[in-house]
């Protein structure tokens, strides 16, 4: 079965320091993977996307994600965090040929001054 | 474009009421999609449509929980004999018919059963 993993359920970090969180994902099929993020009370913000091409993938607000397919891992960094990143980012990937999202179980961003 | 709005934004229910939610998709999305969110987890799919048809159900959407997209424009959720584990939040996604399925989020309806 398909699943992603997101190993760190919590990631602090220093204002203005590097970042990277994790997500694995299990597939025996072609995938598109996004990374999420999602502030107190409201929905999900897309903050990049892996389709095809390009392993390297930048997105809004600094952040980039990195597809590596023998790993099956698509880490998300950003190399200076803000207190404006604190929040929750999900990993999901939709499988060629279906229409749903699988997410990961999340990881909190908190950024310390 | 407004974006994905969900009616309404926060639900108290005491257990065993029905409520019903409201998504309204981008105007020019033909997908949309029901996701639950519980507390500490990632989004859980629940169902999606295709315009008007009702293309996929999760086996997370009991008897209780039925979903409707009359004439593929807003859809509804209505969750009849509320129990205190639906407590959730429930977002609602629309995406056009691209191949990559891009999907965008309204902000969610957070429902308390008491």
């Known amino acids: 079965a398909q699943s992603v993993t997101q190993l760190d359920s919590q990631v602090p970090v220093f204002e203005e320091a590097p970042v990277e969180l994790r997500c694995n994902y299990s597939?025996?099929?072609?995938?598109?993977l996004f990374w999420y993020v999602q502030y107190p009370n409201q929905g999900l913000q897309l903050l990049l996307k892996?389709?095809?091409?390009?392993?390297l993938v930048k997105g809004i607000n600094g952040f980039e994600a990195e597809f590596n397919k023998s790993q099956t891992s698509f880490h998300l960094r950003k190399p200076s965090v803000h207190i404006s990143d604190t929040a929750e980012y999900f990993c999901?990937?939709?499988?060629?040929?279906?229409?749903?999202?699988?997410f990961g179980t999340g990881t909190r961003l908190k950024v310390l001054a | 474009d407004t974006g994905v709005s969900q009616d309404p934004r926060h639900k108290i229910t005491k257990r065993g009421q029905n409520v019903t939610f409201r998504c309204d998709p981008i105007?020019?999305?033909?997908?949309l999609y029901w996701y639950r969110q519980t507390l500490g987890q990632g989004p859980e799919f629940l169902t999606y449509?295709?315009?008007?048809?009702?293309?996929?159900k999760s086996r997370l959407l009991s008897d209780r929980f039925s979903a409707e997209r009359p004439k593929g424009s807003f859809s509804t959720l209505e969750i009849q004999r509320t129990e205190q584990g639906d407590s959730a939040m429930y977002l609602c996604?629309?995406?056009?018919?691209?191949?990559?399925?891009?999907?965008?989020f309204g902000p969610g309806t957070r429902l308390t059963v008491l």
């Open positions: 996604a629309s995406s056009s018919g691209l191949v990559y399925n891009e999907q965008f």
């Open positions: 597939s025996s099929v072609s995938v598109y």
């Open positions: 892996y389709l095809s091409g390009s392993t």
């Open positions: 999901a990937v939709s499988l060629s040929g279906t229409y749903k999202y699988i």
């Open positions: 105007s020019e999305h033909n997908r």
């Open positions: 449509f295709q315009n008007e048809a009702q293309l996929e």
